[in-house]
């Protein structure tokens, strides 16, 4: 193993004329004593932090685009999947597990975040967090905002480059829709931006996922106005209580209300008074003042019963605060934004699910009495409309723009049984299966950024395209075909690949380019370039 170690980096050295000394300060082999706690820093499901957990032979930190461009170069001759990790969000683990012999290319060092005030701009790098991306537009502008995920410490790479969305989602649409620029390493080594990528590339990293393509390096986005007060709620209710009639008049009222309001209902099992029951939340921003969000939900979802003590005013970046679950968010140290080492994270799963019409009542209660009987597992409904709807199902690879609402199955757990966990896992299987009926079909949909092994997993055989069309198909629907054309033209031998990424075409249907065996050939300098210019335009 030492000698995979020595010559790559030899090559690294050459590659980036930088001496071996130097270079091998962000090279770390299984020997190297800060191995584990690097690998471990971005892990964020403990579910994949065991002894058993299948481990890198070398992780990389680039400090610079050159050590990326390099680290590519200097791995293709090898014969390692290539991981590239940059928040370690994935719910599944796929940018730091493998069961095939595996690098790690970790970008959390790429960490630049600079906002332009005038422009209403930021070039974020792969390696931010949400944290550091909302801190440092918040140093600038208080109200100025951007319209991506609610856990700070989800990292650019993985979240920008898989579409992503957040909390003023009906308002602005997703993350990917606000990107005017990129950068990112491709099979060559070459760093490319926008314009050098050309509009196929770039569109297939704004929400079809980075890690099918390349390495992202970053992207340039348009910042959104925010307003200089914004309202946040929680409001509870039990079965008892009404819940169930309340979320189905959600169901109607969530994704067609006014676009300034995002409303996520959050679906629990709990027991009271001995009594189990589900407890149905309500976790709110408004882009506006308590007065008014409570006079609107007033008149459009009584049930919810929402008072103006409920309600707190507050900036919006105090919001993303309180999103957090930092219930003080008003008296909170924003430099928390900053912290990466929060890592407390537990065992999980998620699963998704997209509905496109309402769950009648009759089948909340069944759904409600499961959740009951299955006694963990709960559901987070996030609702779409506004914005959402507005925007072609093919202006990014993201498809489910006219859904009424997406769901996230959520488990987490502290114990460390294995029987435990098989039965939590099980749980999510069973739910899922349970919703069939709810939600939608042919394809049933899912989002990438909720990543799930459980509905496919390619192993980039003679099947790759098969078994990629079962998985990129819930992903991402028709889009699919355009991801497999611009993989296929951009990285042929399709070296940057896991477990769900975007196959190749076979090669039988690859009109008008070269047989089986020369793809290592075309992925030499320049080749990426003519063969995209061969199948974008052929195909
Ligand atoms: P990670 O580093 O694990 O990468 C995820 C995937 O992207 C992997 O396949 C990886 O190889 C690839 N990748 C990463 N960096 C890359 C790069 N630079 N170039 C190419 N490929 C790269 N989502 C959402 O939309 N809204 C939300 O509010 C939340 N909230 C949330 C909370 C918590 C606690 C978790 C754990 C997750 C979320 N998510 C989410 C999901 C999140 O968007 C998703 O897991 C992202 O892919 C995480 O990005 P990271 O860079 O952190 O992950």
Sequence with gaps: MSSVYDSFLKCLSEKTKTPQSQIAKIVFSQSNPSYTSVLRAYIRNARFNKSSTPKPTIIITPLSESHVSAAVLCSKPLDFVFKIRSGGHDYDGLSYISDKPFFILDLSNLRDVSVDIAEQTAWISAGATLGEV????????????????????????????????????RKFGLTADHFIDAKMVDVNGAVLDRKAMGEDLFWAISGGGGGSFGVVLGYKVKLVPVPATVTVFRVEQLMAAGAVDMFHKWQFVGPKTDKNLFMRMLIQPVTRNKVKTIRATVVALYLGKADDVVSLLDKELPELALKKENCTEMTWFQSALWWDNRVNATQTDP????????????????????????????????????????????????????????????????????????????????????????GYLNQAKVLHSFMTGFVSKNPRGAYLNYRDVDIGVNDHGENSYKEGEVYGRMYFGKNFDRLVKIKTAVDPGNFFRNEQSIPTLPIAKRTGVPEQGTAKRWSGAGGATVVASVLLHVI
């Design 134 to 169: 909302y801190y440092h537009i918040w140093e600038k502008s208080k109200v100025l905002g951007f319209p991506a995920g609610v856990c700070p410490t989800v990292g650019v790479g993985g979240h920008l480059s898989g579409a992503g969305y957040g909390n003023m989602l």
């Design 335 to 422: 430099k928390v934004f900053l912290d990466r080492n929060l890592d407390s994270s537990s065992p999980g799963k998620r699963k998704s699910d997209y509905v496109e019409t309402e769950i009648p009542r009759s089948g909340i209660v069944s759904l409600f009495n499961k959740m009951i009987e299955l006694g963990k597992i709960g559901l987070v409904f996030n609702p779409y409309g506004g914005r959402m709807a507005e925007i072609a199902e093919d202006a990014t690879p993201f498809p489910h723009r006219n859904m009424l609402f997406k769901i996230q199955y959520s488990v987490n757990w502290k114990e460390s049984s294995p029987e435990l966990e098989k």
